[in-house]
């Protein structure tokens, strides 16, 4: 406990102000830390440019020979795992409009990184569409409609206070990075991987970077953390979900292996919720006691459906991978 919380019982919530002056409180605080982890970010980023990864000697005009449903060579699940992998990148505008409100804050080291994030994000589209669009692996009118769409409808998480949203970040980097990863390993394509590879690398430093920042929250605002991670995980959903006919995508994704239960029990919540040591923290709150109770309970059932939808793809004739993370 530090004087920088406020101390709550199970079903208690923060009045709006009290939750506000917290949030300022652990911005603040955790400046320095914001600090240090941008710097590391900066060392070990690799500069990479998206047209070194493009073979543009397959181009030809879509004028000229428009794209027809014969062209694309990756199968039905790789090419719907793109799309949907593309049209989760194309709503950067949304993304950072919920990070800058989250700490996006003065002119030191969190907006330094809001901007930073942002920047390298905006390389997966960039890299994505070009690759889809020269190989004609997917209907590139399709693709572009889907980008309308999906824009024009924007994104919103409802995340109140920095915790929520720091909690969100952390699993959401992970579970993209290997989605992503996934997607290059189904589609048997050595250039769509390397392309995967690339951005998976990214975003693995992007988890990194909101994995410690919330890690250095968990010291400041213990209860306040461990509540906020758990309301997350309970509400956890892909930042796609509202892409037209996601459902249904997402589980041709799931059935080929690319992001299914096992995946985001066992590569993306459990070795966070591990590194955090949740389980291990003393001296909580009885509401961060209660969400943990909340929490344990959550993973097992997650962990227990894990089991029967592998159970039930034992029989499935969808060509599967095994995940590599
Ligand atoms: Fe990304
Ligand atoms: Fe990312």
New binding site residues.
């Given amino acids: 406990m530090t004087d920088l919380e406020i101390r709550l019982d199970p079903g208690e919530r923060l009045s709006p102000d009290e939750a506000i002056a917290q949030d300022q409180a652990l911005l603040r605080e955790l400046e320095p830390e914001a600090a240090r982890l941008y710097d590391r970010h900066a060392k070990v980023a690799q500069e990479w440019f998206p047209h070194d990864f493009i073979p543009y000697r397959l181009g030809r005009d879509f004028d000229k020979e428009p794209w027809t449903p014969d062209q694309p060579r990756l199968t039905g699940v790789a090419q719907t795992a793109f799309e949907i992998g593309l049209l989760t990148?194309d709503n950067l505008p949304s993304y950072h409009r919920l990070i800058h409100g989250m700490f996006g804050k003065g002119d030191g080291p969190w907006i330094a990184w809001v901007g930073r994030w942002t920047a390298e994000?905006g390389r997966?589209a960039i890299v994505l569409r070009d690759y889809l669009t020269v190989t004609r692996n997917i209907d590139p009118v399709m693709l572009e409609r889907g980008r309308m769409t999906q824009l024009q409808q924007g994104y919103d998480h409802d995340s109140p206070g920095t915790l929520r949203g720091l909690a969100y970040v952390a699993f959401q980097e992970l579970a993209?990075r290997i989605a992503?990863r996934n997607t290059g390993r189904y589609s048997s394509d050595p250039v769509a991987d390397k392309i995967m590879v690339r951005?998976a690398a990214?975003?693995n430093l992007?988890m990194v970077f909101y994995r410690d920042i919330l890690g250095a929250a968990l010291k400041v605002q213990p209860s306040a953390a461990v509540r906020a991670i758990v309301d997350e995980v309970l509400a956890f959903e892909m930042p796609g979900a509202g892409i037209p006919g996601f459902i249904r995508k997402a589980a041709q994704i799931a059935k080929a292996g690319i992001y299914d239960l096992r995946v985001h029990h066992d590569e993306v919540l459990m070795p966070i919720i591990r590194h955090w040591r949740i389980f291990e923290l003393e001296g909580l709150d009885a509401g961060a006691e209660e969400a943990r109770r909340r929490l344990a309970e959550h993973l097992q059932k997650i962990d227990a459906a894990a089991t029967r939808f592998e159970q039930k793809m034992l029989t499935s004739t969808v060509p599967r991978i095994a995940s590599a993370g």
């Fill in positions: 990148e994000e997966h993209t992503h951005i990214d975003e992007h």
